[in-house]
């Protein structure tokens, strides 16, 4: 069966400087290459949306980086060749510090209805220490000119796991960011990933496995207690604020990625743009990788993406979607954690348990 295309994500890979952790595709002191990125962008888009006429799009998301670095018009210029539906969710990330309340209200103005803000924690020296260069009250200030400029659709990112971070550090970071009045928080553990300052130069007292699980744990309960929806292992929203456009890649459905590094999901293929800005730049419809997916990793995909869903997976529908009955096939597997209490029922949706949830990637495992 033929999955929805729906979703638009576009990659901005500019950033100021580099953070200790991140290991996404970005570039530092490039911003002399932000206007003819932006033309490479638009032969991009408008090549592959041509043969879409007609067709309108229900999400749209800029990605980085920092795409808060790029000027307004340019957006401007990229939206007005996207063909988005009256009530498509239109989100940019942007950084703290990087953002005034008259840019965001451009940023509103021109079509932006839902802002994600990469907030991370409220302690200043932490801040220091991941190489963010924003402040706490920067990130209070973001929040607040995002709201005055007209965002009512507002999600802010938190990381738990840091360096030197205790229990109480992170319930303290979770009541001030609900303090803000968000709609919508992204809870990330720290992931120490090859390719990063933190993978060269381990920092100091991180906290264990046992912290770690903790603080997830602790997260959800304070969250869920102050009126956030756990809908995805990682994000919590506000009842009628989950994120449109990551449903669609938790639901498995295709989607459309520009810009270097992005990735696209279409006709049963993934695809990976040039990871090198400027060759991306001199040719950015070469795709550095394609591959048809096999019907076995279709599935495997889709059971893996959707148990990363609170609501799980039903066993009826991914059988009328993917001709595979579940329990023929993957019964053992269904049953060991069923009697581990790390997978349960609720109706008939096959789910993690929250216990399962801490070993979710050791459970995605046995399923491929």
């Not at 932000?34 to 879409?52: G, Q």
């Not at 360096?163 to 928080?185: M, R, S």
Request: aromatic share 12%; net charge negative.
């Amino acid at each position: 069966m033929a999955r929805p295309l729906n979703s638009i994500y576009i990659h901005i890979p500019f950033c100021q400087s580099k953070c200790h952790y991140c290991n996404f595709t970005s570039f530092t002191g490039k911003k002399s290459c932000i206007e003819d990125y932006f033309k490479a962008l638009n032969i991009d888009t408008s090549c592959y949306l041509k043969n879409t006429l007609g067709k309108k799009f229900k999400t749209l998301y800029i990605g980085g980086g920092t795409p808060s670095l790029v000027e307004s018009f340019l957006y401007e210029n990229l939206l007005s060749g996207i063909n988005l539906s009256d009530n498509a969710e239109v989100t940019i990330e942007a950084n703290p510090g990087t953002v005034s309340a008259q840019y965001l209200k451009t940023l509103r103005k021109i079509g932006f209805n839902r802002i994600s803000l990469g907030v991370q924690c409220f302690d200043n020296g932490t801040l220091k220490l991941l190489n963010r260069l924003h402040s706490a009250q920067e990130a209070i200030e973001a929040v607040d000119y995002a709201k005055k400029s007209g965002f009512d659709n507002i999600s802010i990112d938190l990381i738990y796991g840091l360096p030197g971070q205790k229990l109480f550090d992170w319930e303290k970071t979770l009541y001030q960011a609900i303090d803000l009045d968000v709609n919508h928080i992204s809870a990330y553990g720290l992931k120490i990933e090859e390719n990063t300052e933190f993978f060269n130069n381990l920092p100091d007292e991180l906290p264990d496995e046992d912290l770690n699980a903790q603080m997830y744990l602790r997260g959800v309960e304070i969250l869920e207690q102050n009126g956030f929806e756990h809908y995805e292992i990682s994000n919590f929203a506000k009842p009628g604020f989950s994120s449109a456009h990551n449903l669609a890649y938790w639901n498995n459905d295709e989607y459309l990625g520009f810009g270097v590094a992005a990735h696209g999901y279409v006709n049963g293929e993934r695809y990976c743009n040039k990871t090198v800005l400027e060759s991306y730049m001199e040719n950015p419809l070469e795709k550095k990788t394609q591959r048809k997916l096999t019907a076995d990793e279709v599935l495997e995909e889709a059971i893996f993406l959707g148990l990363r869903l609170r609501n799980g997976i039903d066993p009826d529908e991914m059988e009328k979607k993917y001709s595979v009955n579940l329990f023929d096939r993957y019964k053992h597997i269904i049953e060991k954690y069923k009697n581990l209490g790390l997978m349960d029922f609720r109706g008939s949706r096959l789910q993690l348990t929250i216990q399962g949830v801490l070993l979710s990637n050791d459970i995605f495992a046995d399923f491929l």
